[in-house]
C-alpha cells in the first residue's frame, strides 16, 4: 500500500504545481528558455510518480477492505461514463475545439466523469483513495484554474473535436477487447 501511496500522492503533487507554487511553471519556463523543455523537466517525476503508483496498485487491492459489491447498475454506469471521460481527456489535450470552448477545462470535466464512475463501481478502501484522490484534484484545480486571468480567445475548430472522439473511442474498443483487463485485472463492463 505504501508505494501505492507515494505514487499516487507523487503524481498528484507534481499536478498541482500550478496550483501549490503559482508562478513556479512561468518561472522555470523562463529559466529553462521553452515550454517545451519545462514539460520534459516536469514530466520525469511525473512519470516516476506514475509508475510507481501502477507498480504498488496489485498490492494495495491484495490488502483492501471491501465494503460490499456495488449494485450492477452502478457498474453499467461506470461503463457509459468511461467512454465519454475519455473523449472528454483528449478534448483538453488538444488544439482548441468547441468542447473547450464550451466546457473550458473538458480534460478536468472527464477526470471526475471517470472517478466518479469508478467510485460508483468499486465499492473498496484503495478504489475509494485512488478515485476519490483523483476526483478532489480535478476540484481542486478546476478551482484554481479559474481565478487565474482568462486566456485570450481563440477561434475553436470542430476538427479536434472529432479526433477527441476518434481516440476516445479507440482507447474505449482497446479497453472493452482486453486492455483494461490485461492492465488492471479486471473486464470492464460487468459479466464479459
Known sequence: MI?????????????????IAPGFRERMIARLGSRFRWMGVYSVPAILFFVLMVIGYPD?????????EPP????????????????????????????????????????????LGHL????????????GSFMAWAVIVRIAA???PPAAPKTPSALWDGVSVLLGG??????????HLALFGRAPIPGM
Open 3 to 19: 508505494l501505492f501511496l507515494i505514487g499516487l500522492y507523487g503524481f498528484l503533487g507534481v499536478h498541482l504545481t500550478r496550483v
Open 60 to 68: 494495495a487491492q491484495l490488502s483492501t477492505i471491501v465494503f460490499a
Open 72 to 115: 450492477t447498475p452502478l457498474k453499467h454506469m461506470n461503463s457509459l461514463f468511461s467512454p465519454i471521460a475519455l473523449v472528454l481527456f483528449f478534448a483538453g489535450s488538444l488544439p482548441y475545439g468547441y468542447l473547450q470552448k464550451i466546457l473550458k477545462h473538458p480534460q478536468l470535466v472527464g477526470v471526475k466523469l471517470w472517478s
Open 170 to 179: 479507440a482507447v474505449t474498443g482497446w479497453m472493452i477487447m482486453g486492455g
Open 146 to 148: 479559474k481565478k487565474r
Open 120 to 131: 460508483l463501481a468499486n465499492w473498496d478502501v484503495t478504489s475509494f483513495i485512488l478515485f
